[in-house]
């Protein structure tokens, strides 16, 4: 059973497990294990794999391992993150690697747990922690950084066109210390007819501050670096991607790795064009939840699936 602490239904579930059941026999890398509600399902189905759950999240590891314990050995769940991967690999199992999941972002269980500061619905912390035993936190991004670092983090992890203004109030009201106090700054910033559109005027500042206290995309940089050079032929790595700058992250490095032209690996740095593709794009266009899974699950809706298959 999964932990109550951390019950969390999995994104797609139905086309991630799809795409793995083609896997050769081996073990697949479930790289935000969460609840464990694909490796549960996968491993189902598929008697013959194996899988090692990784997660920076220590409540998460402790409910995917109680969620896995019907698997015996076949699972395995440690604490480490993207950035981990190949070290992790190296030291955790053997054989082949011939599948690696990695789905992004925040999850529910985190969401919904009010001391975790994730949310601008409840009045909280300001933690925003993956890993509760690393250092930064939400306060400590807010109240320290200057106002520049802060504009260009609400900016380009929030793509937030009133990044400017939000800094400026955030600077002028420290020291923020509860989410509210964060929300309030926020909505002080934002001009009122603003406010009105588009959902919670909160939602890409607190979604850029929680990036940045995570280093979510350097970790998937890492992450993704790592994972097509741990694959077996026939492997497949699958990323779910929540927001563009996830998801324009993995669409460049596909395409890099499947020999389409030179592509930006990070939105940062150019990567050189391979001599020889590595992969093939099983997915040429991201899939996306159906209408149906998004009419029960709205917290799906924004999701986008890519998948690659290592070559020989």
Known sequence: ???????????????????????????????????????????????????????????????????????????????????????????????????????????????????????????????????????????????????????????????????SRIAREVIARRPLVTTGDLVDAIKAAIPAPARRKGGHPARRTFQAIRMEVNRELQQLDSGLDESVHLLAPRGRVLVLAYHSLEDRMVKQRFNNWAGRGPKLGRPDLPVAPLEAPLVRLVTRKPERPSEIEVEENPRASSALLRVAERLA
């Open 1 to 163: 059973m999964v932990s109550e602490e951390f019950e969390h239904r999995p994104v797609m579930a139905r086309e991630v497990i799809a795409h793995l059941v083609e896997v050769p026999e081996g073990t697949v890398v479930d790289c935000t294990i969460g609840g464990a509600g694909h490796s549960r399902l996968l491993l189902a189905a598929r008697p013959d794999l194996r899988v090692l759950g990784i997660d920076r999240d220590l409540i998460a590891v402790a409910a995917a391992r109680a969620a896995l314990a019907e698997f015996g050995e076949r699972a395995s769940v440690v604490h480490a993150g993207f950035a981990d991967l190949a070290e992790t690999v190296r030291r955790e199992t053997e054989g082949d690697i011939v599948g690696i999941l990695f789905d992004l972002g925040v999850s529910s269980p985190q969401l919904d747990k009010r001391e975790r500061g994730f949310s601008y619905w409840d009045q909280a912390p300001l933690d925003m922690r993956m890993d509760s035993s690393q250092g930064i936190t939400a306060a400590d991004v807010l109240n320290t950084y200057d106002e520049s670092d802060l504009t260009s983090i609400i900016s380009s992890y929030g793509e937030e066109r009133f990044a």
